[in-house]
């Protein structure tokens, strides 16, 4: 085969889902696997429910994904001329022709193939009329009254439809727009897409596209038709099942690299692996190991797969993602050394981004509150004197590093009898304001000398005006 132009055809009636990003993502990785085409369509005929803000949420969500286009995007708004030329050389050619027929018309003569136990369907009435073009007139494709389509499919397999049962489908309507079927096959003709991988909801669609196909002496693109992605309760996937878009998963503190290997497991499967980084996908993405079973969306398995991820990165790659969630909070950040230190800290516990964001916030603010049951845990009268010890000793290192924290605690420890806990809670209210954080050394390293001085003074004070 040529070089392989895969495509993706998004209707802008709403935002990106669950379903059409995995279809995005197949699409997207064989052409780069392959290192052939990915083009994006813009499916938007349906002028009524179609809107620009839904193109560029799509528009957003594909950038998010890191899923990028090598053409487009195209509109079929734009392409009507196209579609007509090509109807024109169908009707010119015989294999489609100009049917006057009412809607009434024609509901009649299903309800009359109904009475006779046929498929309910259009009788072919204006077949031979070779009526011209008028107002009320629409395009019908003539079909063959007999045999089988065959859709040869690199998933499902083949699967077979009698022609009989598919009547002569109209390809323009009456207004002299060109309808669904129609329009796409020429959009794909025109765009060279030889490789079309969408969900087998389509499949129904197919055999009157391989139709057109064959009026146009055009030759076939490889079809492979994946199974839809389901709930745990195997219906289909809703909002109920966490379908939302896939711009609310970025909100929701989700790392784009996390999602595109949670959405190409939905259906495709190398050996026992789980985790795949966007490399190794790129490289090891193939069509014969897309599976025929629907898959289940578990929210809580994408929530793994995220920790995992975060966990893979560095700090410097998270900062980049992680400063959006921070200012989302009121926080404005950089990616310095500063942050960098800050998401060493918290990654091994964080599963999302946001929950990362929430987790950072005591180490930027410049006041600290104090959680009221924590201070009256932990800030009783002879905790001052080992705070002030602590912060004294703090001050006095002229090398603030993780060896030489745990030799200072290990010396209070012994002047105190102290064990670790009773010293390193009271010290994390002092230093966060709560009972929970990173590991004591971690947390004081990446808030530094300065600020847990400051932190140590003012809580000092604060115990001081209880008495």
């Known amino acids: ?46 002028e009524a429910r179609s809107t620009k803000e839904s193109v560029d949420a799509i528009l957003e969500s594909l950038e998010w994904l890191g899923i990028d286009w090598d053409e487009g995007p195209y509109f079929q708004t734009h392409r009507y001329d196209i579609y007509n030329d090509h109807i024109e050389k169908l009707v010119a050619s015989g294999h489609a022709y100009h049917c006057s027929c009412t809607a009434e018309e024609v509901n009649s003569m299903r309800e009359d193939a109904k009475a006779k136990g046929k498929n309910p369907q259009y009788n072919g009435k204006c077949r031979n009329r070779n009526l011209s073009r008028t107002d009320n007139t629409v395009v019908r494709l003539k079909t063959p009254a007999t045999g089988v389509t065959i859709v040869e499919d690199v998933v499902k397999g083949n699967t077979a439809f009698g022609n009989a049962e598919i009547d002569d489908f109209i390809i323009q309507r009456s207004n002299g727009v060109a309808m669904y079927n129609l329009a796409v096959v020429v959009d794909d003709l025109t765009m060279n897409i030889n490789t079309i991988i969408r969900g087998d909801d389509h499949l129904v669609n197919t055999p009157k596209q391989i139709l057109i196909y064959q009026a146009l002496g055009a030759e ?20 109920r099942h966490g379908a939302m878009s896939v711009g609310e998963y970025k909100n929701m503190g989700f790392l784009a690299d996390a999602m595109i290997n949670y959405l190409v497991r939905l259906g495709w499967s190398h050996g026992d692996q789980e985790f795949f980084e966007r490399r190794d996908l790129i490289e090891k993405f193939d069509l ?33 993602h992680l400063l959006f969630h921070l200012s989302a909070l009121g926080i404005e950040a950089q990616n310095d050394a500063f942050t960098q230190a800050i998401i060493e800290t918290l990654q ?57 924290l ?29 009972t929970v954080s990173p590991g004591i050394f ?21 115990i001081q005006a209880l008495a």
């Open 220 to 239: 076939l693109p490889v079809f492979g038709h994946v199974p839809m992605v389901l709930g745990a309760d195997k219906a289909r996937l809703s909002k």
């Open 406 to 434: 745990e030799n200072l605690f290990k010396q209070i420890m012994e002047e105190t009898g102290l064990g670790f806990g009773k010293i390193a809670q009271p010290l994390r209210v002092a230093i966060t304001g709560t």
């Open 442 to 462: 971690e947390m004081l390293l990446a808030l530094g000398q300065k600020k847990t001085i400051q932190r140590l003074r003012k809580a000092i004070i604060f």
């Open 288 to 320: 014969e190991h897309l599976g025929r079973s629907a898959s289940m969306f578990d929210a809580d398995k994408l929530l793994a797969l995220n920790a995992k991820h975060i966990q893979a990165k560095s700090p410097k790659e998270l900062g980049e």
């Open 348 to 404: 091994p516990r964080s599963k999302t981004l946001v929950e990362m964001a929430k987790a950072a916030v005591f180490y930027y603010k410049d006041e600290i509150e104090f959680d009221q049951k924590a201070a009256d845990k932990f800030f009783k009268p002879e905790i001052e004197q080992m705070l002030t010890k602590i912060c004294d000793a703090i001050e006095a290192l002229c090398d603030y590093t993780q060896e030489n």
């Open 1 to 46: 085969m040529d070089t392989i132009i895969t495509r993706f055809p998004p209707s802008p009636s709403g935002y990106l889902h669950i379903g059409g990003a995995r279809t995005a993502l197949f699409n997207w990785l064989y052409a780069r696997k392959t290192k052939g085409k990915f083009i994006l369509r813009i499916e938007d005929t349906d």
